[in-house]
T-cell receptor, first 114, second 116 residues
Framework: QQQVKQSPQSLIVQKGGISIINCAYE??????FPWYQQFPGKGPALLIA?????SEKKEGRFTISFNKSAKQFSLHIMDSQPGDSATYFC?????????????FGIGTKLQVIP | DARVTQTPRHKVTEMGQEVTMRCQPI?????VFWYRQTMMQGLELLAY????????DSGMPKDRFSAEMPDATLATLKIQPSEPRDSAVYFC??????????????FGPGTRLTVL
């Protein structure tokens, strides 16, 4: 049972375009939503994160939009570049047994073509 | 340049053999995570340690997997006996956590395990 549903699983975008990755969750106990970026042969690295009391967070070309009532959040990559080609994971975190337990989405493989 | 290191980076073994994966967390970090990544399941949490004590290993098959932290600079994940379905990339991550608040996890480069 996937607690964090992510789509699409793969995405091809032209250079300069907008990449959009969507995630949905069911458990309202989640209280932190990070996005991780993973390049081939590397481990995931934190890209950007948001708390549910904020509807949007922007860092450079990366923006998270958060809809608490719909239990959905998305990552937008503006002016996508070939260097953004990677796998992106959304995640949701909540306190459990004294620590923050993180549940990851299945991942989206993004390819930005010149 | 602080980073999580993992060894070996690649491991090919035969079914039934013991496999040991090692992780050196970032110096000063007090929490260590083990994850398994597959195409079908994505990233799954296997075990979590804080201050070297296991807090959650509910994601780990208990009959064949074991995780330990012999000291603050070494975490190990063992599979005995290994099976083809264990083939995956295993990641170690570390973080500093002073309480329940979320802190960024820093991932190692992973160990790609192939069990024939």
């Amino acid at each position: 049972q996937q607690q964090v549903k992510q789509s699409p699983q793969s995405l091809i975008v032209q250079k300069g375009g907008i990449s959009i990755i969507n995630c949905a969750y069911e458990n309202t106990a989640f209280d932190y939503f990070p996005w991780y970026q993973q390049f081939p042969g590397k481990g995931p690295a934190l890209l950007i994160a948001i708390r549910p009391d904020v509807s949007e967070k922007k860092e450079g070309r990366f923006t998270i939009s958060f809809n608490k009532s719909a239990k959905q959040f998305s990552l937008h990559i503006m002016d996508s570049q070939p260097g953004d080609s990677a796998t992106y994971f959304c995640a949701a975190s909540m306190g459990s047994g004294g620590y923050q337990k993180v549940t990851f989405g299945i991942g989206t493989k993004l390819q930005v073509i010149p | 340049d602080a980073r999580v290191t993992q060894t070996p980076r690649h491991k090919v073994t035969e079914m039934g053999q013991e496999v040991t994966m090692r992780c050196q967390p970032i110096l000063g970090h007090n929490t260590v995570f083990w994850y398994r990544q597959t195409m079908m399941q994505g990233l799954e949490l296997l075990a979590y340690f804080r201050n070297r004590a296991p807090l959650d290993d509910s994601g780990m098959p208990k009959d064949r997997f074991s995780a330990e932290m012999p000291d603050a600079t070494l975490a190990t994940l063992k599979i005995q006996p290994s099976e083809p379905r264990d083939s995956a990339v295993y990641f170690c991550a570390s973080a500093w956590r002073g309480g329940i608040k979320y802190n960024e996890q820093f991932f190692g480069p992973g160990t790609r395990l192939t069990v024939l």
